[in-house]
């Protein structure tokens, strides 16, 4: 299978034990009606535990794979106390079904007399939940609302959703992949200290990492029909200098590979990296 495609259905269906009969000629789309919408109560037995379902686990999972995935954020949407809420990510996290992402980002008081600007004294520093099996993030994601259609055979809404937001679903696993990348890429030489994504009171960025000799590298995925261009670069420097963050090194992946004038700069501190560098690299 072609890792475009491998990424694609990895995006719906992984972490799914039972076997399933898949046609690889089908497009995405088709696969999904064909799984989702004509044998919806087949899928939906492999969520598990089943009391995943029911709520407030319901709400709280529903919450993750439609937002940013903030912890506070995510007990706000799903209308939890902080003190229910943070029992039920706990189980969550115990089972396997979530994992927490812990913030980097620095304290806004750097002393216990430094006094905060007006806006800034209700910012809270918030960890994020993320899926561990990306199959639960898109039933929580994009199926479960649909329930009531998809249990009578009715897709037409459901599907409709699937294609105007397939494109979050699958940019989160092609980003954590480009992160895997950046920490292979990197192993012989100067093995990467810390890395994956970063959120700030400013902005987020798809990767932050920091090589063994404390080199910053800020990353930007793009998993486009597309070639990225020169733009994508000066959005990105615009960002870190907002929030800013100095970088050394900017890091570029892209699903269509890059413009000639990107590929035509001579910049040693810019690194572009595309599909064919995912194949080498990680598979």
């Known amino acids: 299978m072609p890792l475009e495609c491998a990424i694609e259905y990895f995006s719906i269906l992984?972490?799914?034990e039972e076997h399933i009969e898949l046609d690889f000629f089908?497009?995405?789309?088709?696969?999904?009606?064909?799984?989702f919408v004509h044998n919806f109560t087949a899928f939906q037995q492999m969520v598990s535990p089943s009391y995943l379902l029911e709520s407030p686990y319901?709400?709280?999972?529903?919450?993750?794979?439609?937002?940013?995935g903030k912890y506070y954020s995510v007990l706000r949407k799903a209308r939890l106390s902080e003190g229910v809420g943070e029992r039920i990510i706990d189980e969550l996290?115990?089972?396997?079904?979530?994992?927490?992402?812990?913030?980097?980002?620095?304290?806004?008081?750097?002393h216990p007399k430094h006094k905060l600007k007006k806006e800034l004294r209700h910012y809270r520093i918030q960890d994020k939940l993320?899926?561990?099996?990306?199959?639960?993030?898109?039933?929580?994601?994009?199926v479960t609302y649909y329930k009531e259609d998809l249990l009578q055979g009715k897709g037409n809404t459901f599907l409709e959703n699937f294609k105007s937001n397939y494109e979050r679903l699958r940019t989160l696993v092609y980003e954590q992949?480009?992160?895997d990348l950046l920490v292979e890429y990197y192993a012989a030489t100067t093995p990467l200290l810390s890395h994956g994504s970063y959120w700030n009171q400013y902005s987020e960025f798809d990767i932050l990492a920091v090589t063994s000799n404390k080199k910053l590298i800020l990353g930007e995925c793009k998993y486009k029909d597309r070639k990225v261009c020169k733009n994508e670069l000066n959005k990105l420097r615009a960002k870190a200098e907002q929030s800013g963050i100095r970088a050394d090194i900017y890091a570029l992946f892209s699903k269509d590979g890059f413009s000639n004038e990107?590929?035509?700069?001579?910049?040693?501190?810019?690194?572009?990296?595309?599909l064919n560098d995912l194949q080498r690299f990680c598979v």
């Open 26 to 35: 089908e497009s995405v789309t088709a696969m999904v009606e064909s799984n």
């Open 14 to 16: 992984g972490g799914i």
């Open 177 to 179: 992949l480009c992160d």
């Open 130 to 142: 993320r899926f561990v099996m990306p199959f639960l993030r898109f039933w929580f994601g994009f």
């Open 58 to 68: 319901r709400e709280v999972l529903t919450a993750v794979a439609r937002g940013d």
């Open 93 to 110: 996290v115990s089972l396997g079904v979530l994992r927490i992402e812990l913030s980097r980002e620095q304290p806004l008081k750097t």
């Open 262 to 274: 990107l590929l035509g700069m001579q910049d040693e501190n810019l690194l572009l990296f595309d």
